[in-house]
Structure formats: structure tokens, C-alpha cells
């Protein structure tokens, strides 16, 4: 019989400190370590402000590589040597653990991703998304749908309105979120849906018209963290694992519109 998940919540937790203890007292005689973290590129902007704040915090340094999360599956599988992944979806850690590529009990959901339909023209899109139904727009970005979650999730809302067919011939999509939001942000697509986090700054959207997407529309974007096989014994990366779980971290992730689940 499965566990229930409070009891593999609490497990992960427990196995997560204890990697921690090891770790530091591997690492005992040294004053810093570097950990390198493949990061999706939906969590950019608050990941560099966790990194800074982790650094000054411990001593350790967070090298960062951002991208889509598929290419770093390809990358990883092949033999990359990141350490530590922050995905931007939950079944991929989850299929890295698997296969022996994550260390199993590591993985946890570190944010809840927001999807936002975004124009970086100030009065393209209003507050409840009807725009999307009147058609006023040529192009709308979205995320290639079969590898990335926040393009699925935007295929899903388009559903939910009833106006797929009728947007189809004008979809554009992007390899990934960044590259969607890139569309978008240069004006070669009128509109797109993008993760909040890419256009808030401070709590508030920073430019452009907004219709913030109710959560009830889509299925949730969880995105895990998972500690990789070469990863295994670092002190830094168990340390950033600890620390992106911290209030401060959290505080940072909040600040860019992601939500977080519930502690059980």
C-alpha cells in the first residue's frame, strides 16, 4: 500500500537534513564549496537572487546554467555533471530518480509556477482574458505544449475559454518559456502566456497588460528540485537544497508570483 503523502513529505524532509549533516561534516575543513545547478528558465530572475543571498549566507556558491528542462533531462542522461536540478515540471526529477540519476527521497516541490496571459503593449490585454475571444491580435505566443509544462497548461486554459480552434491558425511557439517570452517582450507576438515570475518585479507586473490566470484552470505546475547522483557528498549542494526550503528563499520565490504547496 502507498504511503500517504504527508508520511513521504516528512521523509524527504528527514532524508534531506540528514544529507545535510553528512555533508557538513564531509566538508568540515573546507570553508566553501561550489555546487552546479541546472535551473529552468522560468525561475531565472528569482534563482539569481537566491544564489546571491545563498552565497553571502554560507559561502557557497551556486554556479547556474539556465534552460528548457527537457534539454537538461538529454543533458544529464548523457553525463552532464550538474548536481542539482530546479525543473520546471515535477515528472522530470521524478523520471530522473528512476533511472538511478537523482538521488531518491531528494525530490520536493520548491515552487508553484503561475501562468499570466502577458502583451508588452499597456492596453492589449484586459483584467479577465476576453481578448483571447475577440481575436484582437495576430500572433499568441505560447510554449511548445508536448515539453513544456506552462505551454500545456496555457493549451489547457484555451480549452477551458472554448477558443482553441478559433486561435489555432495564430499560435506561435517558443522552445521553451524563455524563448516565448522573448516573442512576446520584442512585440513579434501580440500577446502570450508566460510564467508570472517574468514579468513581475517587487510583487507587481512591470510592464504591459495582464490577465492573471486562475489556478483553477489549469492543472498545477509543480516544479521539484532533485539532488543528481554526481551531487551526492557535495556539501553545497545539500546545503542549497536546505536553503531553497528556508523562509528567506521563500520569501524571494513568493515575491515573483510563485505559490507554494501546502505543508502538510
Known sequence: MTPPTSQITLARRLFLCALVAIAGMAGATTRADEVSVA?????TAPMQKIAAAFEADTGHVAKLSFGATGKFYAQIANGAPFQVLLAADDTIPARLER????????????????LVLWSAQPTTVDAQGAVLSTGGFKHLAIANPRVAPYGSAAMQVLDKLGVTAAVQPRLVQGENIAQTYQFVSTGNAQLGFVALSQVMVGGKISSGSAWQVPAHMHSPIRQDAALLTSGRGSPAAAALLQYLQGSKARAIIQSYGYGFVAQP
Do not use: M
Not at 535551473?39 to 525561475?43: E, I, L, P, R, T
Not at 533511472?99 to 503561475?114: D, H, I
Open 99 to 114: 533511472e538511478g540519476k537523482a538521488v531518491a527521497q531528494s525530490r520536493f516541490t520548491y515552487a508553484l509556477g503561475a
Open 39 to 43: 535551473v529552468a528558465s522560468n525561475f
